[in-house]
């Protein structure tokens, strides 16, 4: 019978505590085990094994980060919705790094994870169809948002930025960059 209060939300939980803390690394099932207070077999009664429960955290995080986009671009549109999406990706990844690292990117296919990403970039495109984006045009302003935000959250959360300049500064100037090479009603990327 499964311990009362377990279920694959609170190993999830669990889960999400130890990579927070300690990092991906640090993500084992007698970790989570110890966290949750059974016994490892226990677990299997709520997730089959390593790679499901990093999928439930995959889920989890694409949820939150969706959540926290589209807290930030509701009501803004063009310009100002991209800066306030950039800002909460960012705020994301820094005050959550061990979580976001644990997410698995993979491009197969794997059911929730799919729904879930497909959630978060419907975000990103909402956001971006503002510019009358469409097609591939709409498919690589995404792909150059994601990975502008990605690898600057990224090194910063992993302290890669050691020069004394002004982190906000050099994110404000990456979101102009980033603004600024999207068309402003007047041209369209092929």
Not at 44 to 52: D, G, I, Q, T
């Given at each position: 019978?499964?311990?009362?209060?377990?279920?694959?939300?609170?190993?999830?939980d669990?889960?999400?505590?130890?990579?927070d803390?300690?990092?991906?690394?640090?993500?084992?099932?007698?970790?989570?085990?110890?966290?949750?207070?059974?016994?490892?077999?226990?677990?299997?009664?709520?997730?089959?094994?390593?790679?499901?429960?990093?999928?439930?955290?995959?889920?989890?995080?694409?949820?939150?980060?969706t959540?926290?986009?589209?807290?930030?671009?509701l009501?803004r549109?063009?310009?100002?919705?991209?800066?306030?999406?950039?800002?909460?990706?960012?705020?994301?990844?820094?005050?959550?790094?061990?979580?976001?690292?644990?997410?698995?990117?993979?491009?197969?296919?794997?059911g929730?994870?799919?729904?879930?990403?497909?959630?978060?970039?419907?975000?990103?495109?909402?956001?971006?169809?503002?510019?009358?984006?469409?097609?591939?045009?709409?498919?690589?302003?995404?792909?150059?948002?994601?990975?502008?935000?990605?690898?600057?959250?990224?090194?910063?959360?992993?302290?890669?930025?050691?020069?004394?300049?002004?982190?906000?500064?050099?994110?404000?100037?990456?979101?102009?960059?980033?603004?600024?090479?999207?068309?402003?009603?007047?041209?369209?990327?092929?």
């Amino acid at each position: 019978m499964p311990r009362a209060g377990l279920s694959p939300d609170a190993v999830v939980d669990a889960a999400i505590a130890i990579v927070d803390a300690e990092g991906p690394g640090a993500l084992t099932l007698a970790a989570v085990a110890g966290r949750a207070g059974v016994a490892t077999p226990s677990l299997y009664k709520h997730v089959r094994n390593l790679a499901e429960l990093r999928l439930l955290m995959t889920v989890r995080v694409m949820e939150e980060l969706t959540e926290r986009l589209g807290e930030a671009a509701l009501g803004r549109s063009g310009d100002d919705a991209v800066r306030a999406v950039m800002r909460a990706y960012r705020s994301y990844v820094v005050e959550h790094p061990g979580r976001y690292a644990s997410m698995e990117q993979s491009a197969e296919p794997l059911g929730k994870v799919d729904a879930a990403g497909e959630r978060l970039l419907g975000v990103i495109l909402a956001v971006l169809r503002g510019y009358d984006l469409e097609g591939s045009a709409l498919v690589h302003a995404a792909r150059c948002l994601r990975s502008s935000v990605h690898g600057f959250a990224v090194l910063e959360a992993a302290g890669g930025f050691g020069l004394p300049e002004d982190l906000e500064a050099s994110y404000e100037l990456l979101i102009t960059m980033v603004t600024g090479g999207l068309p402003h009603r007047t041209a369209r990327v092929t």
